[in-house]
């Protein structure tokens, strides 16, 4: 009688993402939010997608918000409470983290997670105290480290070197640690973690919403650069501001921020920017796009441009190449994981306007090489950055610490 051979898959297990912060339920396209709640929500729903139970658990923010949520794509978001129910900068929640582990450690005792993902510093430290008393292996995203970040990030926390302290300590303390690019990666090993604990999984991009469909744009217009982010000095705003009177006829849109932007210092900087270089008739700032527009606005530009001097990973270069849009991007950080030089947009030398003005000129001056590069960026989303290959790279980290047992790696 033949042997049957069963299909190898992994057990189906109880996942806890802690996302303190950055609730996957918030507006990615709101003022003054991150990438990380769109990330946890992507890995969130492919991980339930494969058929794991999986629970988010993100400080309360808001009064009148249910404690527990059944997200439409599959997995849960308990909220939970950690002083006032408002808004609060990471020193403050950081005041509450006692607060935070009271609750996972309750929840955990009734129910234990076979793995706890933490994401962000101020995740990371309520999770590896929740579970100090038991055998849960903690695996911990950064998304972004406190020692390499520019002043106009630092600025904001009152206390920049305890968070490295913290993120130190968390590096030490947990069973893994999963960076979203090589750059983050070198960032973990300087902080002394061991090359052993450290694994590299990127983030995901939705390929159901950014597709390269024709947008339905009058190519009559003048070409047009598109460049999305929040409104901070480090995103290079102003290099592209400096580089477009090397751009001649080309107009361009810069979305993020607020709806209205009437207040806005930065933007306010941008403008002054702009008529200082003679092309403020040719800079639009377009304020707060809503996600669902997100890919009809990158699908209308000729070439988006994504020029930070710091970005640990950089999401909109990767959504613009899923659209089928070429782009010209600064060789920092994570992207120079994202975008292939001469492959699928070009590179170039941060906070140098006159290289990037060239960079522009030469993807806008001929668009047989920009389809190529927008062919060529569709195709690398599709091989490397879908949230089903991201969630199955995630499920062998799982799969890894599991199998130790919950014993933490670190001594």
């Not at 206390?159 to 990666?185: F, M, N, P």
Request: charge should be neutral; include cysteine; aromatic fraction near 4%.
């Amino acid at each position: 009688m033949g042997v049957r051979v069963e299909p190898i898959s992994f057990t189906r297990k109880n996942i806890a993402l802690v996302s303190v912060t950055s609730s996957p339920l918030t507006d990615p396209g709101s003022s003054g939010t991150g990438s990380q709640g769109l990330h946890v929500a992507g890995l969130a729903a492919a991980l339930a997608a494969l058929g794991h139970r999986v629970v988010v658990y993100t400080r309360r923010d808001h009064p009148h918000g249910p404690q527990l949520v059944h997200s439409p794509h599959g997995y849960e978001v308990v909220h939970v409470p950690a002083g006032p129910p408002l808004k609060l900068g990471a020193d403050e929640v950081l005041a509450y983290a006692g607060d935070l582990v009271e609750v996972l450690e309750l929840a955990w005792e009734a129910r234990r997670p076979d793995v706890v993902h933490a994401h962000g510093w101020l995740s990371g430290i309520a999770a590896v105290l929740s579970a100090r008393n038991s055998p849960v292996p903690v695996v911990q995203t950064y998304h972004s480290l406190g020692a390499p970040r520019p002043p106009d990030h630092r600025a904001a926390e009152a206390d920049s070197t305890k968070r490295v302290a913290v993120e130190r300590l968390i590096g030490h303390e947990v069973t893994l640690v999963v960076a979203t690019s090589s750059a983050e990666a070198r960032a973990v090993l300087g902080m002394g973690v061991d090359r052993s604990k450290l694994v590299v999984v990127p983030r995901g991009v939705d390929l159901d919403l950014f597709t390269p469909e024709p947008s339905g744009v009058d190519r009559y217009r003048p070409r047009r650069i598109v460049s999305v982010g929040r409104l901070l000095p480090r995103k290079g705003f102003d290099d592209l501001i400096t580089a477009l009177p090397w751009v001649p006829g080309t107009e361009l849109v810069v979305a993020g921020g607020s709806r209205d932007l009437t207040n806005d210092p930065e933007a306010r900087r941008l403008l002054a920017c702009a008529r200082s270089h003679g092309v403020a008739d040719r800079v639009h700032l377009a304020g707060q796009v809503d996600r669902a527009d997100m890919p009809a606005l990158l699908r209308s530009a000729d070439v988006v441009a994504c020029v930070p001097w710091y970005e640990p990973f950089g999401i909109v270069p990767l959504e613009a190449m899923a659209c089928g849009v070429p782009v010209v991007a600064s060789s920092v950080g994570g992207l120079t994981d994202t975008v292939v030089h001469g492959v699928t947009g070009v590179l170039t030398p941060p906070r140098g306007p006159r290289a990037l003005g060239r960079a522009l000129r030469k993807v806008l001056a001929d668009r047989s090489r920009g389809m190529a590069y927008g062919i060529a960026g569709r195709d690398r989303v599709e091989a490397r950055y879908t949230w089903d290959e991201v969630a199955t790279r995630t499920e062998l980290v799982y799969q890894r610490v599991c199998a130790t047992d919950g014993l933490a790696v670190a001594r």
